[in-house]
C-alpha cells in the first residue's frame, strides 16, 4: 500500500513537470524568433546543469561510472530527440511538429516490450490510443509529409527512449547525480550543433527571462521531477501522463496569450484527460484484483 502511496505523489509530481512545461510554451516560441533555436536550447541546457552542480556540489562525487554510462546514454537520447525536433521546426509545421512529437506516447511501449521483453497491460494500450486522437485534435490543422516530419519522428523516438530508459534505471539514490549527468550531455550536443553557425547570444532581457524561466523551472527542477519520478512510475504510465503538456500549453495559449478556444481543442483535452484517468484506474483495478485474491 505503501508503494502505492509513493506512486500516486509520483503521478502528481510528473503531472506538475507537465503544467511547467506547457506554461513556458509562449516565452519559448517568442524567444526563438530573436535566438536561433540551437543556440537557446544550448544556453538553456547549460544553465540547468550549471545551476545543479552549484547547488549540490557533492552530487558530483555521487556520480558512480554506472551512473555516467547510463546518463550519457539517456542524455543522448534527449539531447537527440531536442535537436531533431528542432531542425525539424525548420520545414514541418508547428502544430503537425506537436503531434508528431506526442507520439512518443505511442512509441513508448513498443520500444519498452522490445527491449525489455516486458508485455504492455490492456490499460495503457487503451489509454495510448485516446491520447494520440486527442493529441491529434490539439495540434493538426492539417498534413504534409517531408524531411521536417521525419527527423521529428526520430525526435519522438529519442523522447520514448529516455522514459524507457529513466523508467528502467532510475532510482531515488541517484536522481540527481543522474540529472546533472542527463543535462550536461544535452547541452555538450547542443554547443556542437550552436557552434557549426556560430554561436548568438541572447539579444535582450526578454529572450535571458525566457531562458531564467525555462532553464530553472522547465529543465533544472523539472528533470531532476522526472528521473526521481520514473523510478515510481511505469514508462508507458509517464508517456501518457507526459501528453498532458499540449493541454496545459493550450490553456495558457487561451488565458495568457488571449488565443480562441476551439470545440476541437476542448475534445482534444477531453480526451487526453480521459487517458489520465484510465492509466490511474489500471493501477486501481490490477490492485482490487490482487486483494480479491489474497481473499
Known amino acids: 500500500m505503501k508503494r502505492l502511496s509513493q506512486a500516486r505523489i509520483a503521478t502528481f509530481a510528473l503531472l506538475g513537470v507537465t503544467v511547467v512545461w506547457g506554461s513556458t510554451f509562449i516565452v519559448i516560441k517568442d524567444s526563438i524568433v ?3 533555436e540551437a543556440d537557446f536550447l ?15 556540489p557533492k552530487a558530483l562525487r555521487a556520480i558512480s561510472k554506472q551512473t555516467l554510462v547510463r546518463g550519457i546514454l539517456l542524455g543522448c ?5 531536442y535537436l531533431a525536433q528542432t531542425f525539424g521546426l525548420r520545414t514541418a509545421s508547428a502544430a503537425v511538429s506537436g503531434f508528431i512529437t506526442g507520439l512518443f506516447v505511442v512509441f513508448t511501449p513498443i520500444i519498452g516490450g522490445w527491449i525489455l521483453k516486458r508485455p504492455v ?3 495503457p494500450w ?6 494520440t486522437i486527442g493529441l491529434a485534435l490539439l495540434s493538426l490543422k492539417g498534413w ?4 521536417g516530419e521525419g527527423l521529428t519522428i526520430l525526435c519522438a523516438l529519442g523522447f520514448a527512449l529516455h522514459i524507457v530508459g529513466l523508467g528502467e534505471w532510475s532510482m531515488h539514490e541517484n536522481a540527481y547525480s543522474f540529472a546533472i549527468v542527463q543535462l550536461s550531455v544535452v547541452s555538450i550536443m547542443c554547443w556542437i550543433a550552436a557552434l557549426a553557425d556560430g554561436y548568438q547570444a541572447p539579444p535582450d ?4 527571462g525566457a531562458l531564467l524561466l525555462t532553464s530553472v523551472a522547465g529543465t533544472a527542477v523539472a528533470f531532476v521531477v522526472q528521473t526521481w519520478t520514473q523510478a515510481l512510475v511505469a514508462p508507458t504510465r509517464a508517456a501518457v501522463i507526459m501528453t498532458m503538456e499540449p493541454v496545459f500549453s493550450g490553456v495558457f495559449a487561451v488565458y495568457v496569450g488571449h488565443e480562441h478556444m476551439t470545440f476541437k481543442m476542448l475534445t482534444g483535452g477531453a480526451l ?12 486501481k483495478k490490477a490492485w482490487q484484483d490482487v486483494t480479491r485474491a489474497n481473499h
Do not use: K, N
Not at 487503451?126 to 491520447?131: K, L, R, T, Y
Not at 532581457?205 to 535571458?208: A, E, I, K, T
Open 77 to 81: 537520447a534527449l539531447g537527440g530527440g
Open 34 to 36: 530573436r535566438q536561433p
Open 272 to 283: 487526453v484527460l480521459f487517458a489520465m484517468y484510465l492509466v490511474e484506474l489500471g493501477p
Open 205 to 208: 532581457r526578454g529572450v535571458w
Open 42 to 56: 544550448a544556453t538553456r541546457f547549460s544553465i540547468a546543469a550549471l545551476l545543479l552542480i552549484l547547488a549540490r
Open 126 to 131: 487503451i489509454a495510448v490510443v485516446f491520447a
Open 121 to 123: 497491460g490492456r490499460w
Open 144 to 147: 504534409s509529409i517531408g524531411g
